[in-house]
């Protein structure tokens, strides 16, 4: 089989979702034995000083098996947060008067690496 025509089967269905330096990609693709799955991408642009850019670009794959699960837990989320701190943006990107609370002192907690900052990964395709 061509490779075009491999592409052609492997992406079935897909939405972008455009939202300032980052966009979204959502995908439903096929396996080799033609089950479906959904591939969610963030592509997000990076300028360098000379004018340049680059994208780095995030991706989770999500099986049937599992999508109730995903579904319940990103609703309880997206809930939890839009109850307690309701849909205005607050952050220095979107609000120039933002300023951000320092605490002037350093606990021995904050001089240790935590998992939070290893949050730049790439996963390639399976």
Known sequence: M???DMLEKEEIFSKVLRAGRRTYFFDVRATKADDYYITITESKKFTEL?????????KIY??????AAFAEILEEL???VLNHKGEEVISERHQKDFKKEYSPEKSEEDETPSTSSFTDIEFDDI
């Open 2 to 4: 061509r490779e075009n």
């Open 50 to 58: 000379d004018g340049s850019f680059h994208f780095k670009k995030h």
């Open 62 to 67: 999500l099986y049937k098996e599992d999508f």
């Open 78 to 80: 997206t809930s939890y």
